[in-house]
């Protein structure tokens, strides 16, 4: 089998593994970085967002022989102890009911706001628009957003 070698939250990373293997499972089964996670496989959900070059990208199509050589943020590197804005303002607004989406909510959030860092209602709706909540957090998370905008660290 090849190998690859990538940059996950600033760190160099040389793996193993079959040319087509998504970087998803690289993230997860290889690097333990388990806050990514799986929703559909085929890039609608939004569950697998994480960052290259500040660009929110779905990591289950990305294959890691693509992923070589580039860099990628994922959700313990935005902000390992859960100061990043985005993720104080999710807490405070109680965005997450199961949970499980929120990770690729909160990096396609971030990702917004580093590009618009007042967004209207229209434009939150329309950047979170491929990220699916089966419990329905969407107002929830429209509050968070605003919050997280207006925090004073941005």
């Avoid at 079959?18 to 929703?39: A, C, N, S, Y």
């Avoid at 960052?51 to 313990?76: K, W």
């Avoid at 390992?80 to 303002?89: E, K, L």
Wanted: aromatic fraction near 4%; charge should be negative; include cysteine.
């Amino acid at each position: 089998m090849p190998t690859y070698s990538l940059t996950v939250n600033c760190r160099s990373h040389t793996v193993t593994a079959e040319p087509d293997t998504p970087l998803l499972w690289i993230l997860r089964d290889e690097l333990q970085l388990t806050g990514t996670k799986f929703g559909c496989g085929e890039g609608v959900c939004g569950a697998c967002t994480v960052h290259e070059a500040g660009t929110p990208l779905r990591s289950c199509l990305v294959r890691v022989s693509d992923a070589a050589g580039r860099s990628f943020i994922t959700i313990e590197g935005l902000s390992a102890d859960g100061s990043h804005p985005c993720q104080r303002a999710w807490i405070e607004e109680d965005v997450a009911q199961c949970g499980y989406c929120q990770p690729g909510m909160i990096m396609t959030a971030a990702a917004l706001l580093d590009a618009n860092a007042s967004p209207t209602d229209a434009e939150i709706d329309a950047a979170m628009t491929g990220c699916v909540c089966r419990c329905g957090t969407f107002q929830s998370m429209r509050r968070a957003i605003k919050r997280a905008a207006t925090a004073e660290e941005r």
